[in-house]
């Protein structure tokens, strides 16, 4: 399953106006991350900095300067290995010529578009793309330097994102998941799975976690006093757990925001392999006993799930995002689903799913009695200051979706 919003998408056109109709026409498909060049250099800066690499290139052909041809030729030395759409007014003909050009240099051509751009030969070929492609390949292309990440988080570069929980019943919001983002100058908004392995691996984890709880608590501080009792959930990594320090942190960070504990949700992911668990069992307990919420998070999908909500008391079951989208539809599916539910409700944890993407999901979560929901068709993560405008279009949603309605698996 690919996630649209993660696709880094390069549009090269000398034509401002048809960069910014091919902006508006990808945005319709979902796609969010779109880089705009009208010129070749500044799209060989774009394909220098690494990280930001981008899945998919819209490339116009005829520009003065630097041309497509020769923009081609910069992308075999840059062994750029995503994949290209030659865009054009020349006649199909030469389109084709240039598209055994790029098949000479092993680059992947997944489409022809002819000037005017057609909204459904856009989508067709995208479809085809995501569909196709091994999602190991669309998955970010290279991961950041551990020494620049490092500066990131001392310079403050990381920011919080929030993505609503809502109750399934009465569409009520009871609480925010927080998302690292990193805002870098250089390469733009990066998402966690481009940076969150560099900082387990290079010891960088806590310093990034305790910044990302101290700005959630904070903002959950403001929720309380403008009079909105939304809970605040953090992503926990099990390395966070490796030392009795972190639970004095959070602890201290938590009285100081004047929050009650239980406003506090840790969502930890249930896929790790730590040798001993004695340290992280003792600080998952002593949460549980100080009241702070504990979530186990992406259910379905690691090791040892079961021994693991034996031994902690967790609130709430993350039911993962793979067996709630199209459940309704797909047998296999359906039955995880029903089997994690089944589990969350025996045990008397708040069921949450997550990846829900369309109305048919919702329906179908609503029909089983899950609790909450979260997802792209509620809302994906937003930055602080769009969560207001959000609400407003929720409330005005919130009524007839939350009408009963009847699906059957
Ligand atoms: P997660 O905790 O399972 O978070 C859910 C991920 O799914 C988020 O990706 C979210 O944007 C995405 N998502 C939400 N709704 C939908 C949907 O309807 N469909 C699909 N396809 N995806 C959806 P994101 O923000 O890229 O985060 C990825 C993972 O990075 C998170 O997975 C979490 O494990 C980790 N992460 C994020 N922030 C932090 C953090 O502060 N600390 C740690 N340790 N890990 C974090
Ligand atoms: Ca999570
Ligand atoms: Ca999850």
Known sequence: ??????????????????????????????????????????????????????????????????????????????????????????????????????????????GILMKPINRVALHDIFETWSTSVPSEEIAPLSKVKPETLRAAIADGELINYYQPKVNLQTGAVVGFETLVRWNSPSEGLLFPDQFISVAEEFDMVNDMTLQVL??????????????????????????????????????????????????????????????????????????????FRLSIDDFGTGNSSLSQLTAISFDELKIDQRFVHGAHIDATR?????????????????????????????????????????GYFISKALPVGEIPSWLLSWEARRPELCQTAQVVC
């Not at 099990?238 to 972190?246: E, Q, T, V, W, Y």
């Not at 406003?263 to 040798?275: I, N, P």
């Not at 829900?356 to 609503?366: S, Y």
């Open 334 to 374: 359906c039955a995880a689903f029903d089997a994690s539910l089944g589990l969350a409700k025996q045990l008397h944890m708040e069921a949450v799913a997550e990846g829900v993407e369309d109305r048919a999901d919702w329906d179908f979560l609503k029909d089983r009695a899950c609790d909450v929901a979260q």
């Open 1 to 110: 399953m690919i996630d649209k919003l993660k696709i880094r998408i390069l549009a090269l056109d000398d034509d401002v106006l048809m960069l910014k109709i091919i902006r508006t026409l990808l945005t319709q498909l979902g796609y969010a991350c779109i880089d705009l060049c009208d010129n070749g250099a500044d799209a060989l800066a774009i394909l220098g900095q690494g990280a930001a690499q981008p899945q998919v290139i819209l490339l116009d052909i005829s520009m003065p300067g630097m041309d497509g041809i020769e923009f081609i030729r910069h992308l075999v030395g840059y062994q750029y290995n995503g994949a290209i759409i030659l865009v054009s007014g020349e006649d199909l003909r030469v389109l084709q010529s240039i598209q055994t050009l790029l098949a000479a240099h092993h680059l992947r051509c997944i």
């Open 214 to 291: 101290q700005s959630a608590l904070k903002q959950a501080r403001e929720w309380q006093d403008a009079g909105y009792l939304w809970r605040v959930a953090v992503n926990i990594s099990m390395k966070n757990l490796a030392s009795l320090r972190f639970l004095d942190q959070i602890l201290s960070m938590t009285l100081a925001a004047r929050l009650e504990p239980q406003m506090l949700e840790l969502e930890v992911t249930e896929s790790y392999r730590a040798e001993d668990l004695r340290i992280p069992l003792e600080i998952l307990t002593r949460l549980h006993i100080n009241r």
